[in-house]
């Protein structure tokens, strides 16, 4: 069932789908993270988003559509399981990668021959998509590389007046990007984990899903440095953590501890940025704690990797790439 808008939002939704139409970005709010959104079939609309968060052209977008029947308008084909992973998480956190009609702009797919496709299940973002008519691009409202934004506050921090409109839906209700997963080939192949689990992705299907992407695969959110603040990020298991900890306030560094517990021992140079007891509550507050270090100015964060499958993997992603290691195989 969709959520449910209220009304009192009528005139921000048609101030947002009428700039959308004139060719302008603004900041769009999904349950994911908040887009950097611009009218998907036009072309200059698009390099904007390029230009503006000084992305490289050959990394594709993902385009938000409103409807399920919009798949048919960007993918050349539409396979069974398509639409059995449609239908069962849409709208959600998952991306599909589809081969895409001749008419997709390569502007959007990075000059690859596959589009990425999903419907947010954010009440705002929604409803833009639907006043709008037609799918929209909306990578993450942040520069190229750094910490995207799970507020509205975030986006007017990055990008300050140079989107006209950002609509307000409240904090991201689950915080990392979304579940990627590519159909163009045979197998169905998880490219970036999300809330949505592989497990939960196989069990859909019935059928097994390859892990990781193949080499040279190009997606969102695959460099090896993705999602950094400005202070270092440094990972570590939880039985190491304590010992990590004490290695950097030797070295004299503001530290920074973020971790479901709170550090063993107090020490004037070492914060707590309180991680959260769950998966969920940590995939909601990971990227607001990684800018909550950047305001307090620590010199380095050290990150308690989650153990476990799921959205624990996910997690471990994002603080690693936030680490500059890239990804490792799920436990």
């Not at 808008?5 to 709010?29: K, T, V």
């Not at 993270?33 to 594709?60: C, M, S, T």
């Not at 797919?109 to 037609?134: F, K, N, S």
């Not at 709170?262 to 940025?273: F, T, Y």
Request: with cysteine.
């Amino acid at each position: 069932m969709d959520p449910v808008l209220p009304a009192s939002a009528e005139a921000d939704l048609a101030a947002a789908a009428a700039l959308l139409a004139q060719g302008r970005l603004i900041g769009l709010p999904t349950e994911t993270v908040y887009g950097l959104a611009a009218d998907a079939r036009n072309p200059e609309a698009v390099q904007a988003i390029f230009a503006l968060k000084q992305r490289p052209a050959d990394h594709p977008l993902i385009v938000h559509i409103g409807t399920l029947e919009e798949l048919q308008a960007w993918a050349a084909e539409v396979p069974p399981a398509a639409l059995a992973l449609a239908r069962a998480f849409w709208p959600g956190p998952l991306t599909l990668v589809l081969p895409a009609r001749p008419d997709v702009p390569r502007m959007v797919t990075g000059g690859l021959d596959t589009v990425a496709l999903r419907m947010p299940a954010h009440p705002v973002a929604l409803a833009v998509l639907r006043r709008l008519g037609r799918g929209v691009a909306a990578p993450s409202a942040n520069r190229h590389l750094r910490v995207s934004p799970t507020t509205a506050a975030h986006v007017r921090e990055e990008f300050g007046d140079a989107l006209p409109l950002v609509l307000d839906g409240g904090p991201c209700t689950v915080g990392i990007e979304s579940t990627i997963v590519d159909l163009s080939t045979g197998t169905p192949r998880v490219l970036r984990p999300g809330a949505i689990s592989a497990a939960q992705i196989a069990d859909c299907l019935q059928r097994a899903v390859d892990l990781r992407p193949a080499a040279g695969t190009r997606a969102p959110g695959l460099m090896k440095r993705h999602y950094s603040p400005r202070a270092r990020v440094e990972c570590t298991a939880p039985n190491a953590l304590a010992a990590h900890v004490a290695a950097c306030l030797a070295d004299g560094l503001r530290t920074a501890q973020l971790s479901a517990a709170p550090p063993v021992q107090p020490h004037p140079a070492l914060v707590w940025l309180a991680a959260g007891e769950t998966p969920d509550a940590r995939m909601q507050r990971l990227y607001g704690l990684l800018r909550e270090a950047d305001i307090l100015g620590v010199d380095v964060v050290v990150a308690e990797l989650p153990e476990g499958d799921g959205p624990a993997e996910a997690l471990r992603d994002r603080l690693l790439r936030a680490a500059g290691q890239g990804s490792v195989p799920p436990n």
